[in-house]
């Protein structure tokens, strides 16, 4: 067990944080050179579309990657194309890492983007509507239909959409409607049959969120199963809204906002009021994108432009389906097994098997858990056995992003009515889950339940849950820590880590970090935590440059990191020196990364892979090999300057000697094994397939893991019996 003073001390050179490490002996060396930080996100993205791609996959998995395509580009215009148009308008804001203005980003963005969404209809024209169809699953356009189907679209329109539809025209009597982010519109052009000869009229057809977006044609449950999008039963039956004119074309569309909350927390009396206020605002954001069907009049396309005030070069003209993102419906419509992935239960933790009281197996050594392999359940048994529990006194706890339905929200407020005092650190900010997080901060505080929102400045995304609990006439902590959000759903697609520990070194130090947050942000110590805005930077930046003294003096030099994202250009440079100095560095990183490998004298010794599978990668682990005694770091920071500087973020070390030969020997080796789920990037910023020997099967660590899981489990159950 190694106290961050005494590792200090040991360290033969130091880093201050926002300096870059001189390796020993460095000579002239390569400048150092940087991928984007957007145009790798996209790049993760076209990892994404081939997933959907990969006839390897079953055909309903590869429609949901297809449609999580969409929702990620979505994302990445709500917030980071927005912020680089703003940028852009207010003529400030620093080039980006690579040394890009926000107006070259933008260009460059553009062109990734149309190629990534050419190809993602490419693959939904030419290779999923076939393999729909083999197997008697088909797509209809309004082209396509039968009499007897049109017949069918036309009943279905005025019984269930029609009544919700309201024409809006566009002309100088009416205002231009305000459009929602990301609603579906149908933008109409049409003449009057009275004057025909006149200027095309135009409206605005905007559809409401409630109606289903794919339809199934008919009632049939046996026999092929066809399908409709919305959008082409609007398109087909418009008419019938337009009493006395003629439509001359109908389009759908819809418009992409600004998403991101700006608020000044200092300034600000009531945040949870604020963000109530400026979520009510969203919607009434600047456009950011358009996206819509291809062959819209020019005249009409021009006026909504206008109106939008968006350049030509925000526009996105799809061939074929408005917002594919609806394709996931698609997985619960059709219930066809044999088109997904087989089932998988996660396994149960053989450290809790037949525990009554997870407490008692708590004390008897630290427990590791690796989701979704094996279950999220002792995590929420946690949290609802100490609201039953008459000796727990007090439970604190962080909430970032939970499920509609928490378990673990209905613990505290259980735990509250029982009489313990319960402590909830909700953040607000968190983006995209800022409505439900205010939903759950009131019932919480209805409840009786302490509801903080942390540090000022700061998002709280640290996963940490502490329970104090009464035990021989003494007080005893118990906590838990994570990488991963307290969502029970996503938790089974989701891979990451959970530690139950009562080591005083460490509750007492997670005791300190609640202590930070509801307090007044005062500057705790910590000797074995890395806790992110205190100590986690600069402590990361000496772990480094130890690895960097090890390799010149001779020793065995070793860091292996696996993140979401890697952009902090302090800790870049530094990996750059440390490879300089001779230590091999192995990245996994899922999503964006700006380090270059590869470049001979300044990044030959690091090798970064990325894995995109059935499971999300979420999990972050730091191993430092140590001269042969390697520190071991699980936690919820990846390596992005915001984590760093803007977050609180909490990562733990793992001292348990099983513990610790379980991943250094068994997780990290399968996710650098990895032949089947893994790409490698390459200097030029691609990623390529991992090379096998020949003849080798390929290797994918995610399905090791559950198999892994499974067998450990049998094992442990075999030898109890």
Known sequence: MVSTKRRKKRANITAQAGQMITPPGAGIAPKPSYFNRELSWLAFNRRVLEQAVSAVNPLLERIKFLAILSSNLDEFYEIRVAGLLQQVDSQAGEPSIDGLTAREQLRRIRVAVNALVREQYVCWHDQLVPALAAEAIFFRTAKQLSPDEQAWVRHYFRAHVQPVLTPLAVDQLHPFP??????????????????????????????????????????????????????????????????????????????TRNSDLYIDEEEVEDLLQKIEEELRNLHRGAAVRLEIEA???EP????????????????????GPLNLLRLQSL??????????????????SPALRDAPRIFDRIREGDILLHHPYESFTPVVDFVEQAARDPEVFAIKQTLYRTSGDSPIIRALIEASQNGKQVTALVELKAR???????????ELEEAGVHVVYGLVGFKTHCKCSLVVRREAGQLHRYAHLGTGNYNPKTARHYTDHSLLTCR???????????NALTGFGRSPEFNHLLVAPYNLHAELQELIAAEAAHAAAGRPARIIAKINKLADRVTIDNLYAASQAGVQIDLIVRATCCLVPGIKGLSENIRIRSIVGRFLEHTRIYCFGNGGQPLLYCGSADWMTRNFFRRVEVLYPIYDSGLRHRILEEILPAE???????????????????????GSPSFSAQKFFMTAAHQRARSTLEAVS
């Open 178 to 255: 305000q459009l929602g982010n990301k609603t579906l519109n149908v933008l109409v052009s049409l003449t009057s049959a009275d004057a025909p000869e006149q200027e095309p009229l135009m409206a605005i057809l905007p559809v409401p969120r409630i109606l289903p977006r794919i339809v199934p044609l008919g009632s049939a449950t046996e026999g092929p199963r066809c399908h409709i999008f919305l959008s082409e039963i609007i398109k087909l039956c418009a008419g019938e809204l337009f009493a006395g004119c003629r439509i001359r074309s109908a389009h759908a569309f819809r418009v």
């Open 295 to 297: 062959g819209v009049e």
């Open 300 to 319: 009409a396309f021009e006026v909504l432009c206008a109106h939008l005030n968006l350049p030509a070069d925000n526009v996105v003209r799809l061939d």
């Open 331 to 348: 997985y619960d419509i059709i219930d066809r097994p044999d088109l997904k992935y087989p089932a998988y239960t996660p396994a149960e």
């Open 432 to 442: 995209f889950d800022e409505a439900n997080n205010i939903k759950w901060a009131k």
């Open 504 to 514: 005083n070194e460490l509750t007492g130090e997670v005791s300190e970090v609640f």
């Open 672 to 694: 650098l094994r990895d032949t089947e789920d893994a790409r490698e990037l390459q200097p030029d910023g691609s990623y390529t397939a991992p090379p096998r020997e020949d």
